[in-house]
C-alpha cells in the first residue's frame, strides 16, 4: 500500500535522541470500519493531535497516524480549504476529491455522538464561491480579525471589559459540566471559546461577526445563535436545572474536593453541602474539614476596602527595608 509521507522537517539529532518516536498505540476495537480517519497537525500541534486520535480510537473510529490511500476523511482545525489543498500538494496526493475535507467540528460531533455523525455543510472544507466581488458587505470582513486574532491565547490582548459576557457565562457554565463529567476535550472547547470572545473588542450581536475566528467550534457557535435569537441557551438552561451538576457545583466549592469526591458523595445519595456535614459517616481530609470550617470565608469575595486594608499592610512592610519598592495589588484565586 503506498503511504504519503510528510515532509522531514525534523532534525537528525532530534531523531537520534528518539524524542518523537511513535509510542506503542494500544488496541482498540474499531466499530465503524467505513470511516478511516486521518487528523492533520498543521495547526494544532502534536500533543493535541496525539490526544484526538487516541480519543477517537477509545470511540471505536480507525484513526490512521499516516496519511494512506484507506484513508476517506481528513479532518483540519483553523485550517481552510485551499490550505488543506496546499497541504495535500506537499505529500504529493493529485486527486484530493476523493477524501472528506472536515472541521474539527465534525470530529467532536462523532464524539459527542459516540458514533460517526453526517458529514453535513457545516462541517465541510469548502473553497469559497468567488461569484460574488469581495469587497461587497456580504462578504465584508473586519479588518481586525484577519490581523490580530491569534488562536493562541496567550498571543491576545484581553479587555478589562468583557463585551461579550452573555456568552462567555454561558460557555463557562457548559465547560464546568463537562470538567463534572471529565470530559477533557469538550471543557477545553468551551473554555478556548470563552477566551477568545473576552479578547475581542466589541460585543458580538450577529453571526457574521464571528466569520473566521479561530476556538469558536460549532457547539460554540449553536449556543452562540440561540442566544442571539432567543436570548438565552436552552442548552445551558438545561445544564443548570441538572441535579447533578447542581450537587458537583456545590461539592467542589468546598477547598480539598474534586471532582473524583463529587463523584463519590453524589452516588451515595448527596445533594448539598449541608446533607454532607450532617453525614457523620464521612472520613474527611485534612484539607476538606479545613474547607467545611471556613467554607462561608472561603466562598465569600474579598471586599475592596478589604484588599486595599491588606496592601497597605503589605506596602508598609516592604517601605521599611526598600522604601522606593513599588506595591500593587494584582490577581485572584481559583483551586
Same mark, same amino acid.
Given at each position: 500500500? $503506498?503511504?504519503?509521507?510528510?515532509? =522531514?522537517?525534523?532534525?537528525?539529532?532530534?531523531?537520534?535522541?528518539?524524542?518523537?518516536?511513535?509510542?506503542?498505540?494500544?488496541?482498540?476495537?474499531?466499530?465503524?470500519?467505513? *470511516?478511516?480517519? *486521518?487528523?492533520?497537525?498543521?495547526?494544532? /500541534?502534536?500533543?493535541?493531535?496525539?490526544?484526538?486520535?487516541?480519543?477517537?480510537?477509545?470511540?471505536?473510529?480507525?484513526?490512521?497516524?499516516?496519511?494512506? $490511500?484507506?484513508?476517506?476523511?481528513?479532518?483540519?482545525?483553523?485550517?481552510?480549504?485551499?490550505?488543506?489543498?496546499?497541504?495535500?500538494? /506537499?505529500?504529493?496526493?493529485?486527486?484530493?476529491?476523493?477524501? %472528506?475535507?472536515?472541521?474539527?467540528?465534525? *470530529?467532536?460531533?462523532?464524539? %459527542?455522538?459516540?458514533?460517526?455523525?453526517?458529514?453535513?455543510?457545516?462541517?465541510?472544507?469548502?473553497?469559497?464561491?468567488?461569484?460574488?466581488?469581495?469587497?461587497?458587505?456580504?462578504?465584508?470582513?473586519? =479588518?481586525?480579525?484577519? #490581523?490580530?486574532?491569534?488562536?493562541?491565547?496567550?498571543?491576545?490582548?484581553? #479587555?478589562?471589559?468583557?463585551?461579550?459576557?452573555?456568552?462567555?457565562?454561558?460557555?463557562?457554565?457548559?465547560?464546568?459540566?463537562?470538567?463534572?463529567?471529565?470530559?477533557?476535550?469538550?471543557? !477545553?472547547?468551551? !473554555?478556548?471559546?470563552?477566551?477568545?470572545?473576552?479578547?475581542?473588542?466589541?460585543?458580538?450581536?450577529?453571526?457574521?461577526?464571528?466569520?473566521?475566528?479561530?476556538?469558536?467550534?460549532?457547539?460554540?457557535?449553536?449556543?452562540?445563535? %440561540?442566544?442571539?435569537?432567543?436570548?438565552?441557551?436552552?442548552?445551558?438552561?438545561?445544564?443548570?436545572?441538572?441535579?447533578?451538576?447542581?450537587?458537583?457545583?456545590?461539592?467542589?466549592?468546598?477547598?480539598?474536593?474534586?471532582?473524583?469526591?463529587?463523584?463519590?458523595?453524589?452516588?451515595?445519595?448527596?445533594? #448539598?453541602?449541608?446533607?454532607?456535614?450532617?453525614?457523620?459517616?464521612?472520613?474527611?481530609?485534612?484539607?476538606?474539614?479545613?474547607?467545611?470550617?471556613?467554607?462561608? $470565608?472561603?466562598?465569600?469575595?474579598?471586599?475592596?476596602?478589604?484588599?486595599?486594608?491588606?496592601?497597605?499592610?503589605?506596602?508598609?512592610?516592604?517601605?521599611?527595608?526598600?522604601?522606593?519598592?513599588?506595591?500593587?495589588?494584582?490577581?485572584?484565586?481559583?483551586?
Amino acid at each position: 500500500m $503506498d503511504r504519503f509521507k510528510a515532509p =522531514a522537517v525534523i532534525s537528525q539529532r532530534k531523531r537520534q535522541k528518539g524524542l518523537f518516536s511513535p509510542k506503542p498505540s494500544c488496541s482498540y476495537e474499531i466499530k465503524f470500519s467505513d *470511516f478511516v480517519i *486521518f487528523i492533520m497537525q498543521r495547526k494544532m /500541534g502534536m500533543t493535541r493531535r496525539m490526544f484526538l486520535m487516541e480519543l477517537g480510537r477509545r470511540k471505536g473510529f480507525r484513526v490512521e497516524s499516516e496519511l494512506s $490511500d484507506s484513508v476517506t476523511h481528513i479532518v483540519a482545525e483553523n485550517n481552510s480549504y485551499l490550505e488543506v489543498l496546499d497541504w495535500l500538494k /506537499g505529500q504529493a496526493v493529485g486527486d484530493s476529491s476523493r477524501f %472528506e475535507l472536515l472541521d474539527i467540528s465534525w *470530529f467532536t460531533a462523532c464524539m %459527542e455522538a459516540g458514533r460517526p455523525v453526517d458529514s453535513e455543510l457545516k462541517y465541510r472544507l469548502m473553497e469559497q464561491c468567488q461569484s460574488t466581488p469581495l469587497n461587497t458587505p456580504e462578504l465584508e470582513m473586519p =479588518a481586525f480579525i484577519a #490581523t490580530k486574532v491569534s488562536q493562541y491565547s496567550c498571543q491576545r490582548k484581553t #479587555t478589562l471589559n468583557n463585551y461579550n459576557k452573555k456568552f462567555t457565562d454561558a460557555f463557562e457554565v457548559m465547560a464546568e459540566n463537562y470538567e463534572f463529567k471529565e470530559n477533557e476535550m469538550f471543557c !477545553l472547547e468551551f !473554555l478556548r471559546a470563552a477566551s477568545l470572545l473576552k479578547a475581542l473588542p466589541f460585543s458580538v450581536t450577529r453571526m457574521k461577526d464571528i466569520q473566521g475566528l479561530p476556538c469558536v467550534g460549532d457547539q460554540a457557535r449553536d449556543i452562540i445563535e %440561540e442566544i442571539i435569537e432567543e436570548g438565552e441557551s436552552s442548552r445551558v438552561k438545561e445544564v443548570l436545572n441538572d441535579e447533578r451538576y447542581k450537587a458537583f457545583k456545590q461539592f467542589t466549592s468546598v477547598f480539598g474536593v474534586g471532582v473524583k469526591t463529587a463523584e463519590k458523595w453524589y452516588r451515595m445519595g448527596l445533594r #448539598t453541602v449541608e446533607e454532607v456535614k450532617a453525614d457523620k459517616t464521612l472520613k474527611l481530609s485534612k484539607m476538606q474539614k479545613a474547607g467545611f470550617l471556613y467554607y462561608e $470565608d472561603l466562598v465569600s469575595c474579598v471586599s475592596k476596602a478589604e484588599a486595599d486594608a491588606v496592601s497597605l499592610i503589605v506596602k508598609n512592610a516592604v517601605c521599611t527595608f526598600l522604601p522606593d519598592a513599588l506595591v500593587t495589588i494584582t490577581g485572584g484565586f481559583r483551586r
